[in-house]
């Protein structure tokens, strides 16, 4: 399953690279993809765990931006 969150509180765009790059790396995600200037985040994850998959998303990217925030699309 493929959805596309917005995001807030990314500072830089090396910190939204950490932050994709965390969240390629969870198990069940397909694909991540982060664009910085858009401030958009694609992820493609199993569609049985993708609630799951995002809380553990949400909280890898909280520990490169403490006040990161994904708004669903």
Do not use: W
Not at 21 to 31: C, E, F, K, N, P
Not at 57 to 62: D, E, G, I, N, T
């Amino acid at each position: 399953m493929k959805r596309t969150y917005r995001l807030e509180n990314i500072d830089c765009a090396n910190c939204a690279a950490k932050i994709e790059h965390a969240i390629s790396r969870l198990d069940g995600v397909t694909g991540a993809s982060i664009n910085f200037f858009a401030q958009n985040l694609v992820i493609d994850a199993d569609e049985e765990r993708f609630d799951d998959i995002m809380k553990k998303a949400l909280k890898a990217a909280r520990r490169v931006e403490p006040d990161c925030e994904f708004i669903s699309m």
